[in-house]
């Protein structure tokens, strides 16, 4: 192991040693806090041999006892925080189950197939309620169920499958991603070196035999091409030997099974044959399909990692370090990691945020263009909330944290991003059966043609099987979907749209109805208070503004930012939903909202119905009106009219009044408009539509929407969207820029012309050569350049979703 690797993963250090661990009293270097910490826990707990037994394969048991007690420490609770959070428990009639999230590391992914294997095994654990492999970053996301099964079993059963599982860290990823890089330059290394060597010396003898070589020179070219050929084989190709062992172990062949055989059968024939010095060699074809393959796989490999690059370089938007104000005032410099809730950092121009959080002294303009994909820098004042992953690019700025870690809006937007790259559409699912299948009549088929050709012309019958064997690799077929869906996921989100299921770009091109809520959606959900009108002379403006403000307080609505702060405190507040807030005031019942909850019984009309009005009662006795206005998203005219043209029919759903919703529908151009509804109303409106054979968007952002988000189609929650919407929503549109519906639409149009036209490319081309394969027009390595070629060719096509339109939308300001 290098001076630059981690003692106790291996894996390398980028960069200085930062982190260490006293282990057999040395300072063992270590790749980040977590190998730390389990390193201390693994020598405090007096598993310190387990160091010496890794290094000792004469004593596997040992490392196998070590690795199970390495595993039960991720059991402990210290040691989850960086890779596992709590879920909202289900709860139950019987008794409520906690439930958490781990993201993993996964060691040795290397097709689709590895995909299937690990989802499958893993799921059938019982506890565990849903797995997500992703591909390209080799990660896996587990929902599991703590009291059922513990973390330490769950990553013991991934190792009882040939692989290792790591909790997930962005610097283990990153490493184990160069890591990999590194390893295939080698092995291609390896191969394009042979492969050089050995066609000169095939040469040799082509040429030899044409004009009478003697036999002893040609038993020497043979064994010299068998030695060169050898590390080509046992190196350079031993993943392909790899994940077929491992395939065929958990009896699922996948598309390294064909490949190895054939690459192993065509070794073999060749060794026998000098051995015997008889026969023809072909260590040069063996070694030239080897390097074909890899090639393959290497550009195919640096075509995921260039895809997935938006979702890891959210991971990077973080500081390496920021200053901590402590409670003497003066400051000192630790890193993101150890922050707690509660901590106040002190940001500077040009700094990255490095945790969620409040401010508490001082004004600026933070730049939140990585996240939402908006250039412009927002204003932010005493009391605003900042994002980790931002940057302050005017003054300096006090930040009391909020949210640490895994718990940040920035790694939600990661996980929701990974979860829509490594989601699986029903066409993915499809395609990967198929490949399955697929797999398994190439080897019956093979068989077929060996004996075939063994009647006709026995010297070409196993040359012939191993090009069926090679050209009819179904990689293209497993890479056509995933290579679009993880393109045009990062593509979206650099526009600030993030898409958190894969049923969105396979729904959005049936939509044919889409439904607004209003407030917060179509309009800036930036309201002002513009009018009180005082009911009751009890109280004064002042005294009612304040009580009124105070219940507000307590509620995520865009309407509570329209009143000032109050310092009144406010007991045994209850939010009900669309109706308004209710709390006690020095003994008093306080409400505020519609006049049907706030005051039930007596008649209250509002003033008049061009601005949304509130009722504020006391003991139900109304006091006061509070009117506040909104104004209209300067893209919703525009976006409302596009819409249309492209033939969807647009609705308005609000608990608004009627005057302002039919003010606001009628300003945008919408004709189908309802008031005053209810969370009920949203959904009976949407299920009737969804009766009659339509399919729905629904775009909302407040508690209220939560219903009617769930019940749709599809759902959209905007930027500003209280947390429940968040997570019942299948899309969350970070910028807050309509523009992105239409891109999206239009994106996901492109998605499903760009599958259709890499599952018709995949199959055309397996259903193609497979009879020229098996006819014997195919030479082994033309076999693999072709299969090498349909797989780039699939990645091509997918990476044009990560392109811009032709056509900018220059008045959307695109």
């Excluded at 201390?40 to 690795?67: C, F, H, K, W």
Aim: contains cysteine; charged residues 20%; glycine residues 8%.
């Amino acid at each position: 192991m290098s001076e630059k690797s981690c003692f106790h993963c291996h894996l390398p250090i980028n960069g200085p040693v930062q982190f260490t661990a006293l282990i057999d009293g040395e300072d063992r270097p270590m790749c980040c806090p977590g190998c730390q910490a389990v390193a201390t826990a693994i020598v405090s707990g007096g598993l310190d041999n387990y160091y010496r037994y890794r290094s000792e394969p004469a004593q596997q048991a040992d490392l196998s006892q070590a690795l199970k007690a390495e595993y039960k420490l991720y059991d402990r609770e210290d040691l989850q925080q960086s890779f596992i959070r709590s879920l909202p428990s289900s709860r139950s009639s019987h008794s409520p189950q906690q439930k958490y999230e781990a993201r993993l590391l996964i060691e040795g992914i290397t097709c689709s197939a590895c995909v299937w294997l690990l989802e499958h095994h893993i799921s059938s654990i019982k506890g565990v309620e849903s797995v997500t492999v992703n591909l390209s970053q080799h990660t896996a996301t587990v929902t599991f169920i703590s009291d059922t099964v513990k973390i330490s079993e769950i990553m013991l059963a991934v190792l009882a499958v040939g692989y290792r599982a790591h909790p997930w860290r962005q610097e283990q990823q990153d490493a184990l991603l160069e890591k990999e890089h590194k390893q295939f330059i080698r092995r291609l290394a390896v191969a394009s070196i042979g492969t050089m060597q050995v066609m000169m010396y095939a040469i040799a003898m082509y040429a030899g035999g044409s004009q009478g070589m003697e036999s002893e020179f040609r038993t020497l070219m043979r064994w010299v091409s068998a030695l060169i050929a050898t590390p080509v084989v046992f190196y350079s190709a031993r993943p392909f030997f790899s994940a077929a062992w491992r395939d065929i172990k958990n009896r699922h062949p996948g598309m390294d099974v064909p490949v190895s055989i054939a690459i192993g059968g065509a070794y073999l024939a060749s060794l026998w044959g000098t051995i015997q010095g008889t026969g023809e060699v072909y260590f040069d074809s063996v070694s030239m399909f080897t390097l074909f393959l890899l090639s393959g796989r290497f550009l195919e490999m640096r075509a995921r990692h260039h895809t997935n690059q938006t979702s890891r370089s959210l991971h990077l938007l973080l500081p390496e370090s920021c200053l901590r104000v402590n409670k003497d005032g003066n400051t000192e410099r630790v890193s993101p990691s150890d922050l707690q809730v509660g901590d106040n950092i002190r940001i500077l121009t040009g700094e990255n945020i490095p945790a969620d959080g409040t401010i508490l002294n001082g004004q600026s303009s933070i730049n939140e263009s990585a996240l939402t994909g908006e250039y412009l820098p927002v204003a932010k004042h005493i009391g605003d909330q900042v994002t980790a992953g931002t940057i302050n690019t005017e003054n300096a700025i006090e930040v009391e944290v909020t949210h640490v870690g895994q718990n940040t809006r920035l790694s939600a937007i990661a996980r929701l991003l990974e979860q829509a790259q490594g989601d699986k559409p029903t066409i993915a699912r499809q395609a990967d059966r198929v490949a399955g299948w697929f797999v398994c009549t190439v080897l019956i088929a093979s068989v077929g043609v060996y004996f075939y050709w063994l009647q006709h012309e026995p010297d070409d019958a196993f040359w012939i099987v191993l090009s069926v064997l090679v050209a009819t690799c179904p990689c293209a077929l497993s890479l056509a979907t995933p290579a679009a869906l993880t393109a045009v996921t990062g593509f979206l989100q650099s526009k600030g749209m993030l898409i958190s299921h894969s049923r969105v770009l396979e729904g959005l091109p049936q939509i044919t109805h889409v439904i607004f809520d209003k407030t917060g959606t179509l309009t800036q959900g930036d309201l002002s208070l513009t009018s009180v009108k005082i009911l009751n002379k009890t109280y004064s403006r002042s005294e009612l503004l304040d009580v009124a403000a105070a219940l507000e307080s307590h509620s995520e609505h865009p309407i509570a930012h329209a009143f000032p702060a109050s310092t009144t405190p406010v007991k045994d507040v209850e939010n009900i939903t669309a109706q308004g807030l209710q709390g006690r005031i020095a003994g008093h019942t306080w409400r505020i909202g519609k006049p049907s909850f706030v005051s039930p019984g007596m008649e209250a009309s509002p003033p008049d119905n061009h601005l949304t009005w509130l009722l504020l009662s006391c003991d139900k006795m109304p006091l006061a009106w509070f009117g506040l206005d909104d104004t209209l998203r300067p893209e919703a005219k525009q976006i409302i009219s596009e819409l249309t043209t492209k033939g969807l029919q647009v609705g308005l759903l609000s608990g608004d009044n009627q005057g302002v919703v039919n003010r606001v529908g009628k300003e945008l151009g919408i004709e189908s408009c309802h008031a005053q509804a209810t969370p009920d109303d949203k959904l009976g409106y949407v299920q009737q539509l969804q009766a009659q054979g339509n399919r729905v968007l629904m775009i909302g952002d407040g508690v209220n929407d939560i219903p009617v988000l769930a019940a749709a189609d599809l759902s959209v929650a905007m930027n500003t969207a209280s947390d429940l919407a968040r997570t019942h929503a299948d899309a969350l549109l970070l910028s807050g820029d309509l523009n992105q519906l239409l891109t999206s639409i239009d994106k996901a149009c492109d998605t499903r012309r760009i599958i259709r036209e890499n599952m018709t490319w995949a199959l055309g081309y397996n259903l193609l050569v497979l009879p020229l394969a098996a006819s014997g027009w195919l030479a082994p390595w033309m076999a693999a350049i072709g299969m090498s070629a349909s797989s780039l060719v699939v990645v091509g096509n997918a990476l044009r979703l990560s392109k811009p339109p032709k056509q900018d939308r220059a008045t959307h300001g695109e």
